[in-house]
Each structure stands twice: as structure tokens, then as C-alpha cells.
């Protein structure tokens, strides 16, 4: 017996979950920036230069969320952030953070995708 395809593609809702999720990272990355003009030595500095680049990366990001490589590109950046503990305590905490939601997203998004293939969905119900 095979399985009804759902009418509507969650998968495709995923995409929209996750272009919003990366629209909040850069919001808090972007809160930043204060940190770094105090802390960090200022915004001109290698700290702010990369706080700036994370925060055009991750809206960039949001353009290729259809690319089958694109979650790989998201946990480039994640390791980025955490690895950036060293230069900056605040962003490095910020990618802990995220990385603990991304870890927590792509987990349901493995839930909806078995209980697609089960035909457990509620819009592959009869």
C-alpha cells in the first residue's frame, strides 16, 4: 500500500522556518556590534569586520535555502561563531546558542519527514 503524498510540502514550510530563524540570528549578531565598540576595540577592528561578515553571510544565506548544500553552509557558520569564543565571548555564545536551536529544528525536521513516510501527517488523512 502506498502512501498519499500530503497536499501541502512541509518541507517547503521548513524553508520558511529556517529563512526565519536566520533573520533572528542576525538581529541578536547584529546586537553585537555594540559589545564589540565597547569591548572589542571598536567596530573597525577584526572583531567587528567579522561580526559585520556574519551578519551579511547569514542574510545571504537565506538566498540559497533551496540548495540541498545549504544546512552545510549554516553549520559553517555556527562553527564559525563558536570558534570566534576567542575573539569575542559574546558571539561565540550567541553560536552556541543557535547551533543548540538549528540542532533542535533539523531533529523535527526528521520527525515530519518519517511521519511523512508513515503517512501520519494530518493532511494525508483521509
Avoid: N
Avoid at 42 to 65: D, F, P, S
Avoid at 75 to 104: K, Q, R
Wanted: overall charge positive; glycine content about 10%.
Amino acid at each position: 500500500m502506498t502512501v498519499p503524498a500530503p497536499k501541502k510540502d512541509p518541507m517547503k514550510s521548513f524553508r520558511g522556518i529556517m529563512a526565519g530563524t536566520l533573520i533572528l540570528e542576525v538581529v541578536v549578531v547584529a546586537l553585537a556590534l555594540p559589545v564589540v565598540a565597547k569591548l572589542g576595540g571598536g567596530i573597525g577592528t577584526g572583531t567587528g569586520y567579522l561580526v559585520l561578515a556574519l551578519i551579511v553571510a547569514l542574510i545571504g544565506t537565506c538566498a540559497i535555502l533551496k540548495r540541498p548544500w545549504a544546512l552545510w553552509v549554516i553549520a559553517v557558520l555556527h562553527l564559525v561563531m563558536i570558534v570566534s569564543w576567542v575573539a569575542l565571548t559574546a558571539l561565540g555564545a550567541i553560536g552556541v546558542l543557535f547551533t543548540l536551536v538549528w540542532a533542535y529544528l533539523l531533529w523535527l525536521r526528521r520527525d515530519v519527514a518519517r511521519r511523512m513516510a508513515e503517512g501520519r501527517l494530518p493532511s494525508q488523512q483521509s
